[in-house]
């Protein structure tokens, strides 16, 4: 709902939500997701970075394409990015090999045992070590993953 709204309103780009004042046309377009302050400001801060420092979402997708372990570091050092934002951006955005671990990722790996560090760094190793370095794979496991471990919480959709 949150992506049909900015897209009803002509927001769902990165060159218009940098190009407004503030981040205050965002409040209400994402507050059905669950957003309320903190992130339509970290989404404006975001595009406003990307829009002033590569003048738009292709030249920092060369970024990404030349030094995947500095476009990371660069994405890090931004307000309100973290680990799992980053690498969802670089797999999700940007179509590069960074394994995104969230709370549906710790759930799996608890269940079965694959770790004991549930950390972020220790599990995104765990994943990047033990799979192909592949977009689309690490793209379709983590939706596998999601998937799976809603099903079991009984979020998911049944497949009959």
């Keep these: 709902m949150a992506l049909a709204s900015l897209k009803k309103t002509g927001l769902l780009s990165l060159k218009k939500i940098a190009g407004l004042d503030s981040p ?7 507050r059905v997701a669950g957003f309320y302050q903190t992130k339509p400001r970290r989404l404006f801060e975001f595009c406003r970075y990307i829009a002033e420092k590569y003048g738009g979402i292709e030249n920092f997708r060369r970024l990404a394409g030349e030094n995947l372990t500095e476009a990371r570091r660069e994405l890090l050092s931004l307000y309100g990015i973290g680990p799992e934002t980053a690498d969802t951006i670089l797999l999700y955005a940007l179509d590069k ?7 549906y990722t710790r759930r ?31 793209q379709d496991l983590h939706a596998l993953i999601i998937f799976s471990q809603k099903e079991e919480s009984g979020w998911g959709m049944r497949v009959v």
């Design 24 to 30: 205050e046309p965002l409040v209400e377009l994402i």
């Design 97 to 103: 090999p960074s394994f995104v671990v969230d709370e």
């Design 108 to 138: 799996l790996v608890t269940k079965e045992k694959l770790a004991t560090d549930l950390s972020y760094e220790n599990l995104k190793k765990l994943f990047e070590e033990g799979l192909p370095r592949d977009v689309r794979i690490y």
